[in-house]
Every structure is written in C-alpha cells, then in structure tokens.
C-alpha cells in the first residue's frame, strides 16, 4: 500500500511559476513509476507529466518546455515544476503511483488544485 499526498497547489497569474509536490509512504518509493494527471472541470483527466523509477521523464506535449517532472527517492517525494503557466492549466492536479513490475498496484492521491487567473 502507498499513501500520495501532494501540495503546491494554489492561485498562480498567468506566466507565472509552480511547484507540486507529492510525498509518498508505505512502500519503497524507487520501485514505483511516478505520474502526474490533471482533471479540467467538465474535461477527462490527462496525464500531464511522468518518470520512471530510474528518472526518465515524458510530458503531454501541451506542457513541453514549461513543465519539469523530477523525483527525490531519498525524500519519497516527486515534484512537478510548471513554469510559463496558462489559464488552460487550470485543474486538480493528481499524483500517481504504479508499480514497475505490476501494474496492479497503482495508487492515486487527493489532488491539489490549481488556478491560473489574474
């Protein structure tokens, strides 16, 4: 069993910068894929950015060059840095965990929300 709890979620203007992070606990943080997903109201959720368990990150190509994905294993922690934000990044921000061995063993956090208004 992993427990996600993230934070950095927040009202952000447009253009401006932030940092989500997602602490993990109950397992051995290194052996899990890290996500990040977003859901828009009215919209499906999306997966925004991902690493695997040995830092190999990819992104949803609307985020490309703004958002950065990282991971601290020492910490159990995955952070995402989203930089150059838009009003269309606006949503709850949700952290994913999946098991490199077995995709069973997936677990969600309770999402943080993010706003970008002026």
């Known amino acids: 069993q992993v427990q996600l709890v993230e934070s950095g979620g927040g009202l952000v203007q447009p253009g401006g910068s932030l940092r989500l992070s997602c602490a993990a606990s109950?397992?051995?943080?290194?052996?899990?894929?890290m996500g990040w997903y977003r859901q828009a109201p009215g919209k499906q959720r999306e997966l925004v950015a991902a690493?695997?368990?040995?830092?190999?990150?990819n992104y949803a190509d609307s985020v490309k060059c703004r958002f950065t994905i990282s991971r601290d294993n020492a910490k159990n922690t995955v952070y995402l840095q989203m930089n150059s934000v838009k009003p269309e990044d606006t949503a709850v921000y949700s952290c994913?965990?999946?098991?490199?061995?077995?995709?069973?063993?997936?677990?969600w956090g309770q999402g943080t929300q993010v706003t970008v208004s002026s």
């Open positions: 994913n965990a999946r098991h490199v061995a077995d995709s069973r063993y997936d677990y």
């Open positions: 109950g397992s051995i943080f290194s052996i899990y894929n």
């Open positions: 690493i695997t368990s040995g830092g190999r990150g």
